[in-house]
């Protein structure tokens, strides 16, 4: 009796896997595409003027040439939050945030910006960076941050207070660990007490809009970066199909200048997220009240020095702490080279304001100091000193040698080109 042939019926049933499986990866490619096309549609805005000031470079040329790092694919992305309360008038984006994103090297630097920094914009009138949204629109606004940061913005993400809030919720609340509670009654009666908390939309939104700290800038910073990197973990941890689920969730609430594969990569990237590079930073520099408002006041040679490492993928953190000194270990000898009548002391108030130490104010020998000199004796002193000018705003910095002679280890002489503000 002959054996039946199987191999007929094997080959059978290969041909039948094999299609099944094409089958199922069509259906499953289709499924995918219609998916990215969603979403994409949902979260990606384009708006011509924004579009033309959007840079496609990868990382800041000006500062980069400078530094020893090698090139990588890092790429600055803007982030602009709008939590300001609707029964308040909107004076533009309180939090803004300019991150860089580096896949290769699994890193990822939030740099905060102040909102109310003064800059000269396009229409040549000083304005807070906040008022560039009101001003021009996001294309303003990103050039002013190129303008201040003088690195190259590839990308905006825009976030508003209802978009928080539903965003925080649709992917089942966020973590966060807390060294102060939160409770100002400016944002409303949610009380956020210290410690780990899980936290809904709400609950999420009167926490990024606090600033009743002691250091309201550097806390509401901090409390901040924590927030985006718990958001950004939802999208990073977990199966392919949460992370998904994740995305959809967000794309009715967050806009972006991204592409769906170029955030999806982005964040792909970066998983685990828990064993990537994180940074947080803040503008150095000090907040000042005067007639026209609260403003913040950059350090310029720690901000530069901050900028250069975040471009090198280093922790700018690090690089303020060794550009320039504490301001409250510094002390200032003021003298009034010009004549011009309570100089000295509107100068020392100034820099009080800024946190140094003025314990002599005087008149120079003489009134024939044309321009202002921020005058030091040691090396070290040099970087101190360049902050030093920034505020005083006019004047030049130069080394003691042997013609200056004073106890102090900065001195400022007031030139005829130096005007008090008012």
């Given at each position: ?8 019926r094997?080959?059978?049933?290969v ?13 499953g ?14 979260m ?23 530094g020893?790092?090698?090139?990588s694919?890092?790429?600055?992305v ?16 309180h ?12 890193s990822v ?7 109310n920094?003064e ?11 906040s ?8 294309a ?11 690195l ?19 992917i ?23 410690g780990?908390?899980?936290l ?21 910073a ?12 939802k ?6 199909f949460?992370?998904?689920s994740?995305?959809?969730?967000a ?10 594969d170029e955030a999806?990569?982005m ?7 828990d064993?990537?590079q ?7 520099g ?22 250069q ?16 000194l ?13 004549g011009?009548?309570?100089g ?26 044309d321009e ?26 130069i080394?003691?040698?042997?013609y200056?002679d004073?106890e ?9 080109d ?5």
């Amino acid at each position: 009796m002959m054996r039946p042939d199987n191999s007929a019926r094997v080959r059978a049933i290969v041909v039948i896997a094999i299609v099944a499986a094409v089958v199922l990866a069509i259906a499953g490619g289709v499924a995918w595409f219609v998916f990215k096309t969603q979403v994409n549609g949902k979260m990606h805005f384009d708006e011509p003027e924004l579009t033309t000031v959007l840079s496609q470079s990868q990382s800041g040329e000006d500062l980069a040439a400078s530094g020893d790092a090698e090139p990588s694919n890092a790429t600055y992305v803007l982030v602009e939050g709008s939590f300001h309360d609707p029964m308040r008038e909107d004076d533009g984006p309180h939090m803004l945030c300019l991150v860089r994103v580096d896949p290769d090297n699994r890193s990822v630097a939030f740099f905060f910006l102040p909102h109310n920094i003064e800059m000269v914009m396009s229409d040549d009138n000083y304005h807070v960076l906040s008022y560039a949204k009101l001003l021009g629109g996001d294309a303003e606004l990103v050039t002013q941050v190129e303008n201040l940061t003088k690195l190259e913005v590839s990308h905006l993400v825009r976030l508003d207070a209802d978009g928080l809030v539903t965003l925080v919720d649709a992917i089942g609340g966020i973590e966060v660990d807390l060294e102060q509670e939160a409770d100002d009654p400016d944002t409303g009666s949610i009380y956020i007490p210290a410690g780990k908390r899980v936290l809904d939309g709400q609950q999420t939104l009167a926490l990024v809009r606090c600033d009743n700290y002691h250091t309201p800038l550097e806390t509401r910073a901090a409390v901040q970066s924590q927030v985006m990197k718990a958001i950004l973990a939802k999208f990073t941890d977990g199966s392919f199909f949460s992370r998904a689920s994740s995305v959809d969730a967000a794309a009715g609430c967050v806009q972006t200048t991204l592409s769906f594969d170029e955030a999806w990569g982005m964040v792909g990237a970066l998983r685990p997220i828990d064993e990537a590079q994180m940074y947080t930073a803040i503008v150095p520099g000090a907040t000042t009240i005067d007639p026209d408002g609260i403003h913040y006041s950059i350090s310029r040679s720690s901000f530069d020095s901050m900028l250069q490492a975040m471009d090198e993928g280093r922790n700018p953190d690090e690089a303020a702490t060794v550009s320039g000194l504490t301001p409250s270990l510094v002390k200032i000898n003021v003298k009034n080279g010009a004549g011009l009548a309570g100089g000295a002391a509107s100068l020392a108030q100034l820099l009080e304001s800024y946190g140094y130490q003025v314990p002599e104010t005087g008149n120079a020998d003489n009134y024939v100091y044309d321009e202002t000199l921020v005058v030091y004796k040691d090396e070290l002193m040099r970087p101190t000193a360049d902050d030093i000018l920034s505020i005083v705003g006019n004047g030049r910095v130069i080394e003691a040698g042997a013609y200056y002679d004073f106890e102090t280890d900065i001195m400022v002489i007031i030139g005829k080109d130096w005007t008090p503000k008012e």
